[in-house]
């Protein structure tokens, strides 16, 4: 199979640098991610000679044998596949930050298309061109100044995590010298990268790390549905917006061909929109401390906005392509790959563009201008609300009898009068007295009904008992309610 099979069946740009290896010989692989790295990145294929069991096994081995042979630390991903019988290694290098990049202390070069040592003048040019680089924003020393502030949670996720490096893992210092082996801190101070993944309140001291989200039926409405602003550790700021998004996206009924039951999907694929939001948080410009990131979610449509521009030599062509990404904050971006938010470092676009291509959405848009910021847009067909509203007109009744056709009449009786009075988000004693029950177990109980059919959410689901708790209708009980 020819290169040009390979470039298209990973949906990459036929321009991209990628090098085909028939033997899984580690010191061959080392000396190509080494090349990429000095150079604008690129793939290797590499060709099993037979189908392994163990090939996750022995990729997740390969892979940390090389992450502690490549010095200093550097991103890269590694992946099985098989493609026509063929099982495959395959491993994504992006430019890399900090060139020279080493292999097993010997450095390598791109040269007519393979890898080879770097000469002395090349070498001497590399080392030149990396002193008068600029000390990018992630790596400048944060005014972070109290180990009191880490949070524990973020720090011991990394440190579990399957990916992270085993002398990490396994070094006897404190957490500071453990982010330090990551290039997450120096002279005993975190970077500004390791303040906002590992710290409990980054934005008093970069706001730009706050992420807003706002859902709404039209932008010109008086009145948003919910608004909320996020601020915490990175990777805690994106699992809360994917939390909200999923909150305040419609989902999708349908009834399966297979056993002709009725089924229940969002209207949006979550992994597309997991992929804007990790794009937006990992490789935006932090430099401006006025920036930030706006989620925005109206019919139809999902709005994921950043400040900023496209990191230099990525345009919305080379997006649309798959091209691979330019790593503007490559330590934060390792971060999100060890924590398997970030699986696919430059081809996140084209996971984004085959999610909304399974679930019949239009191709998604990306538009950058330094002024204006980068915004992805992911939207329903211009067709979809009017087959929806008579889809709904003509389901409503069939929808309440699948939902709660295991009831008895004063059970389901009870239960529609409970989501009718359900108004936004409340807590149980004002559902208790919008419905002039007398009975508390009485609400519990067809509380605890309309919770199991997902017809109500908690806004605290992983704090059930909390005296804060409170209830509103998912998208299954607003229709319920609404048919009555």
Request: charged share 30%.
């Amino acid at each position: 199979m020819s290169s040009v099979n390979y470039i298209e069946l990973l949906s990459l740009d036929a321009s991209q640098d990628i090098e085909i290896l028939n033997d899984c010989v580690p010191d061959n692989i080392g000396a190509v991610i080494s090349a990429f790295l000095n150079s604008v990145g690129g793939f290797i294929v590499v060709k099993l000679s037979s189908i392994s069991e163990s090939i996750e096994e022995d990729k997740d081995q390969l892979e940390a044998s090389l992450q502690r042979s490549i010095s200093p630390n550097a991103i890269f991903s590694v992946e099985t596949n098989v493609i026509q019988n063929e099982q495959l290694i395959i491993i994504e290098v992006p430019a890399g930050k900090d060139i020279p990049y080493s292999f097993n202390n010997e450095i390598y070069v791109r040269e007519s298309g393979r890898a080879v040592k770097a000469s002395m003048e090349v070498l001497k040019d590399m080392i030149l061109s990396a002193q008068i680089e600029p000390l990018r924003w992630e790596r400048r020393l944060s005014e972070f100044d109290s180990e009191e502030e880490l949070s524990v949670s973020e720090l011991n996720k990394l440190l579990s995590a399957k990916k992270t490096p085993i002398e990490v893992k396994n070094n006897s210092e404190d957490e500071l010298y453990k982010l330090q082996l990551m290039s997450l801190a120096k002279h005993n101070r975190l970077t500004n990268a390791g303040d906002i993944l590992f710290t409990k309140n980054p934005a008093r001291r970069h706001p730009q790390t706050r992420v807003r989200a706002v859902a709404y039926d039209k932008k010109s409405d008086d009145s948003y549905n919910d608004f909320k602003h996020f601020e915490g550790p990175l990777i805690e700021v994106l699992e809360s917006v994917l939390q909200f998004v999923q909150v305040n996206t419609p989902t999708k009924i349908y009834f399966s061909e297979q056993d002709h039951q009725r089924k229940e999907k969002s209207l949006f694929p979550m992994k597309a929109i997991k992929e804007g939001l990790v794009n937006a948080l990992a490789h935006r410009d932090y430099s401006n401390p006025s920036g930030g990131v706006l989620v925005e979610i109206m019919k139809g449509k999902v709005k994921i906005w950043n400040s900023g521009s496209f990191p230099e030599g990525i345009d919305v062509d080379k997006i649309q392509k798959g091209h691979i990404s330019i790593l503007r904050n490559p330590d934060i971006a390792h971060v999100f790959y060890i924590r398997n938010y970030m699986e696919k470092l430059g081809r996140g676009s084209s996971v984004i563009q085959n999610e909304c291509e399974k679930y019949n959405l239009l191709k998604p848009e990306w538009t950058s201008d330094p002024d204006l910021g980068v915004t992805l847009t992911i939207s329903v067909p211009v067709d979809y609300e009017d087959s929806e509203k008579e889809s709904n007109i003509e389901n409503t009744e069939l929808i309440v009898e699948n939902i709660l056709d295991d009831l008895s009449i004063i059970a389901r009786d009870n239960v529609i009068e409970l989501l009718s009075v359900l108004k936004g988000k409340m807590s149980r004693a004002e559902i208790q007295q919008a419905l002039r029950w007398k009975d508390t177990d009485t609400l519990r109980k067809y509380l605890r009904i309309a919770i199991k059919k997902h017809c109500v959410l908690r806004t605290l689901p992983d704090k059930p008992s909390s005296r804060y708790q409170k209830y509103y209708l998912s998208e299954k009980g607003t229709k319920i309610a609404n048919s009555k």
